[in-house]
């Protein structure tokens, strides 16, 4: 049984060598054109078979550039070096916490109160 990825991964595969091998034998022998019908001349076939995909390409290439300004442009600069080394070092010089007394229950502190109460009368 076939996944539904490896079934879309195998049609994407089917498509790209189809369409790679239409645009080879279209752009060496472009008559199988006229051959089945589709077109009446084949004067500038060999043209736009190479144009269009490199104007595709070159739409690509500036939209990706473009993409990477956009996100140099809004994203903020990182932290100088020494701002970083300067957090470490403070981290590491930072003496250990010592760990406070335990808290006494509630009927002792009630019973020193009372003690400490007495005696300041």
């Known amino acids: 049984m076939v996944?539904?990825?490896?079934a879309i991964g195998g049609a994407i595969l089917l498509v790209c060598v189809l369409v790679a091998v239409l645009y080879i034998v279209t752009l060496f022998y472009p008559q199988w054109l006229v051959t089945i019908g589709l077109l009446s001349g084949t004067a500038n076939v060999q043209f736009w078979v190479i144009a269009i995909p490199v104007f595709?390409?070159?739409v690509a290439i500036m939209f990706i550039g473009a993409w990477i300004?956009?996100?140099?442009a809004?994203?903020?600069?990182p932290k100088p070096i020494e701002e970083i080394t300067?957090?470490?070092?403070e981290k590491k010089e930072e003496p250990k916490v010592?760990?406070?007394?335990?808290?006494?229950?509630?009927?002792?502190t009630?019973?020193?109160?009372k003690a400490t109460t007495k005696k300041k009368k």
């Open 3 to 6: 996944s539904k990825d490896q």
């Open 56 to 58: 595709v390409a070159f």
């Open 69 to 72: 300004g956009w996100t140099m």
């Open 74 to 77: 809004t994203t903020p600069p």
């Open 86 to 89: 300067a957090e470490i070092e």
């Open 98 to 108: 010592e760990t406070p007394e335990p808290v006494k229950p509630a009927e002792a």
């Open 110 to 113: 009630a019973t020193e109160e």
